[in-house]
């Protein structure tokens, strides 16, 4: 029964999520934080851009349009429209670096997010098998249960308390098994009177140094 308990402890300790599963979880979390902040670089680039283009448009018209003929109005229409230009064409250089750049987060998200399937997926496998487990553990131990409530009934009072103390102070473990004459328990060999009064099977013998009850087979 304690080792039925013990493993039933065992096995409930390890329900619920793993450690495993909450890092790849958290994980796919982050690098959708990641791609999310570089979409939104890439978003405000595009504005920017775009705006940058129905600027140089709206100066092209000016400048081409044979309104405007005063020369240095013209000059400096001309100076507007280069630095667009020039203004344009960083913006592109950095939209494309910031699209190279989307395209390694999005993978590394994507590779995030499959690892956390593996890992869930043997995560529930697992927590099945503990759950199965914990029902057979459960129905064991009540197996167990009735059986010693069964054996308790009539036995005497005294020699109950006694096996109570020694499993108390002896992690568990009230009786020891005598082979060849020695106590399984500390392994101190047994004087032969306490042998023989064991053997008789009359009344409960102790081992004289654990103290454990002796069980000769
Ligand atoms: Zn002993």
Request: proline share 1%; net charge negative; hydrophobic share 40%.
């Amino acid at each position: 029964m304690d080792s039925a308990v013990a493993k039933l402890n065992e096995v409930e300790a390890q329900l619920g999520e793993s450690e495993e599963l909450i890092a790849a979880r958290e994980l796919v979390e982050q690098r959708k934080g990641e791609a999310h902040e570089i979409q939104g670089r890439q978003k405000s680039l595009d504005l920017d851009a775009e705006e940058a283009r129905r600027k140089a448009l709206e100066i092209e018209g000016r400048l081409y349009g044979g309104t405007v003929k005063n020369p240095k109005e013209l000059e400096d229409l001309q100076a507007d429209l280069s630095s667009l230009r020039s203004q344009l064409r960083k913006r592109e250089d950095a939209l494309l670096e910031v699209m190279l750049e989307l395209e390694d987060a999005e993978k590394a998200l994507a590779e995030a997010e499959a690892a956390l399937a593996e890992t869930e997926a043997a995560w529930r496998a697992e927590q099945d098998s503990l759950v199965q487990g914990q029902a057979a553990l459960k129905g064991e131990i009540e197996v167990l249960e009735a059986r010693r409530v069964g054996q308790v009934d009539g036995m005497d009072r005294a020699e109950l308390s006694l096996y109570q103390t020694l499993r108390e102070r002896r992690q568990g473990a009230a009786v020891a098994v005598v082979e060849r004459g020695l106590c399984q328990g500390c392994r101190i060999t047994l004087p032969m009177s306490v042998l023989q009064k064991a053997r008789s099977g009359l009344g409960l013998v102790q081992c004289v140094s654990c103290e454990r009850i002796l069980l000769v087979n």
